[in-house]
């Protein structure tokens, strides 16, 4: 029984005659109007039945399916709304991907803290679900991007206590159950043949009752009634093992997938050749697969099947295969041969589509969040790709999809491509060696290569398990990729970025929230408030005013420094933090709780901190202006004598580059525009700025502050910034650098500190031309001339020490020559650098000799021992003898070591010794 049994018994379901049924292949209750039905109708207890013959009167495009979808809730009083970006950090910070389209709406108005842009609403939002990559090409009716159509009602409880955005019921589940049947029956289909599984959704702390609504053995929608909370003293224990109980807020959260709506119109033997039908086509022409009509068959009648291909409810997919391939009277191998390219393909339509969602939205591949999780389909499409033998540019089929799709930089979006293609070809380069490394490793212990290691290689170092297989086989090591590899990577990047919560003081909750007089007026340094509390601390005392002046610390702003005078009391205050919306004010000493003070800040710093603040804004806008639209913030620091901001891109920035956006933003500061605030709501804010705004963060609230630096440029922000660009006075870059892959640093000064920062350059370059006695203007041209000579000098060096190294070997010096069992062993001491004693070494090595060198140059002892490949002794332990006679150590490779050690006096007595110990290293 379900334990929320009750809450699926619907008035609707009782009014069209439904029946609850228990499923008698997998056990779950479902709702059906076919009191005959004996099965819930979703694989693996059923097959697919609509694969040749469509579920509904009309054949339907993507585009047609989804006007279909939200004209008939428009019909039925909803509002439509455009769709969020793919990317949901761009307006939360707990998630990376959008997945659901309920996302768009946490936790903001899902918890009532603000309203809904409408209510009710319908929208068809693009998602992206990594879990699913495993599955895509595979079951006929994944994929990892789709579009999630979506109608949405919130609603509120008439006994709640707590006000909230929004107010009363919209409507309910019997309401929603009956919008999906008469969609169901607009479009044709037999209301017979669906059913309605009752499947309780658990998630981020809510739960409630849901529904799954099956047609032909495809799921088509789910139904989520979202009204429960986790609660310890809750009367509903969930799947997840916690107890929920009712909250105020009930959210109808519903989710039709388009994609599969469009396959059932049409009937097509997976859901890609309905969703991506030229680029199918394109796909199998370039990589020459051509099916006779007994193949094709073959393949059409496994279609009808392959949703027992899911990862999630098999343990082995090539066992579920085998089940396919004996129903349907083929042998596995022959089955495998015809299906594989095919799922290949589809696999590859699919994830050009994801990459065009991706970048087209913005995401720059690097090594952390959805970068990462964009390099990782980027990479898994390319190998793809060369393995099923399409030779078409990756970036032109990325293209493809960006043009269906509507995306304006396309350009972009192949310039990305590209460049993450040549990195992709670089990583393959480096990474063969390693994996060769691992595998001689598990052949020689005779294990196959691990899950763990299989992820771990991939995670660090790029390279994909098929990559490892190919290279392990060469070197006799197993290795076994699980059919599920790719979700295990993506959840380890799978978007939950929630932070840990921030310790608070209990005696803080008494206490109002501080009115920060700052956003009245920026300029103002003096104010008045009374002190409503005093917190001793270890270093000093937390100042709570009534109001405050003094920016805290915060979006990357350091805070405002100053006094608090009582009477004759003045404290000094060194910082200033905000906690849950009271200002705390650091202070070396005690103004006295109730005590009226006057605070006075720093106005200096201020000033300091504004022009940075406002000139990293600039800096941004000009980055943006340069670089392209895809470049976003991903960190910003300011400061008083410099400032950083991060942005996402996928090249390092040039000199070029630099000079432009110096140029840019220069330019704002000579237009001296005005930098103005306002506290618009955010819906409004969001349509008509779109999510950009969010560059330093998602900030809470109904209404939000924005900064706009004329019509140039506006970003949702908190800090403190001049009046007009003007009086930033100048900016100037300091220095570009990698902070990691695909983030790039630009740090960068503002006002008295740009100039300050420019006469330091000055100075140095007018150093380097005295030193050089050349003109400042021709210190670059003279240090090329000085370098090229200094490396020139240094190849005449190294050359005359590799012959001075080929005559001391040939016998110019002074060596004891030694017969090891037929191996020649040369021992020879010659006071020399490292570089001189490994060149000896190498030159000796190279005559088929071993040979212990060794130095006491430079005061210290020095060994450099190398062994021919056909001798069996190990270079780095006969070092590690010798070094320790001289008080060291050492080590290295079997083939060449180096070591040494303080005790040059006793350097020729360990060289005395090298034969011998060279003896106990080959008998060994």
Known sequence: MSELEEEYRLEYFEEEGFHRKECASCGVHFWTRDAERTTCGEPPCADYSFIGDPGFDEEYTLEEMREEFLSFFEDHDHERIDPYPVAANRWRDDVLLTQASIYDFQPLVTSGETPPPANPLTISQPCIRMQDIDNVGKTGRHTMAFEMMAHHAFNVREDAEQEYAYEGEVYWKDETVRYCDELFESLGADLNEITYIEDPWVGGGNAGPAIEVIYKGAELATLVFMCMEQDPEGDYEMKDGNTYSFMDTYVVDTGYGLERWTWMSQGTPTVYEAIYPDAIEFLKENAGLDYTDEEQEIVNRAATQAGRLDIDDVDDVEAARGDIAAEIGVDVDRLRELVEPLEDIYAIADHAR???????????????????????????????????????????????????????????????????????????????????????????????????????????????????????????????????????????????????????????????????????????????????????????????????????????QPADHGTLTAGETTVEVDDVQEVDGVVLHHTDGDPGKGDFVRGQVDADRREQLMQHHTATHLIGHAAREVLGEHVRQAGAQKGLDSSRLDVRHYERITREDVKEIERVANDLVTDNVAVRQEWPHRHEAEEEYGFDLYQGGVPPGTNIRLIHVGDEDVQACAGTHVDRTGDIGTVKVLKTEPVQDGVERIVFAAGDAAIEATQETEDALYDAAAALDVDPQDVPETAERFFDEWKARGKEIEALKEQLAEARAGGGSEAEEVDLDGVTAVVQRIDADTEELRATANALVDEGNVAVVGSGAGGSAQFVVGVPDDVAINAGQVVGELAGMVGGGGGGPPDFAQGGGPEVEALDDALDAAVETLRRAKEA
């Open 354 to 556: 994801t990459l065009a969602y991706m970048l087209g939205d913005g995401i720059v591949p690097s090594n952390v969040g959805t970068g990462y999780l964009a390099r990782m389909v980027l990479r898994r499409t390319k190998r793809l790709a060369d393995g099923v033998g399409v030779d078409a540019p990756l970036d032109e089929l990325v293209d493809m999809q960006a043009e269906r799709l509507g995306y304006e930089n396309r350009d972009t979006i192949r310039d990305i491509v590209r460049t993450e293609v040549a990195k992709y070809r670089e990583t393959l380069e480096r990474g063969s060696r390693k994996v060769e490394q691992i595998a001689e490793e598990y052949a020689e212990k005779d294990e196959p290569i691990p899950t763990d290691t299989l992820v771990e290689l991939y995670d660090s170092h790029g390279i994909q398990p098929e990559m490892v297989q190919d290279i392990a086989a060469e070197h006799g090591a197993d290795v076994d990729v699980p059919d599920d590899f790719y979700s295990l990577v993506a959840g380890r990047h799978g978007g939950e970025t929630a932070e840990g919560e921030t310790e608070r003081d209990e005696r803080l909750e008494d206490l109002p929230e501080t009115e920060k007089l700052f956003y009245e007026n920026q300029e103002r340094m003096e104010f008045e408030a009374v002190v409503l509390d005093v917190f001793e601390r270890e270093d000093g005392y937390d100042v709570v005013l009534d109001q405050t002046m003094f920016y805290p610390e915060g979006g990357g």
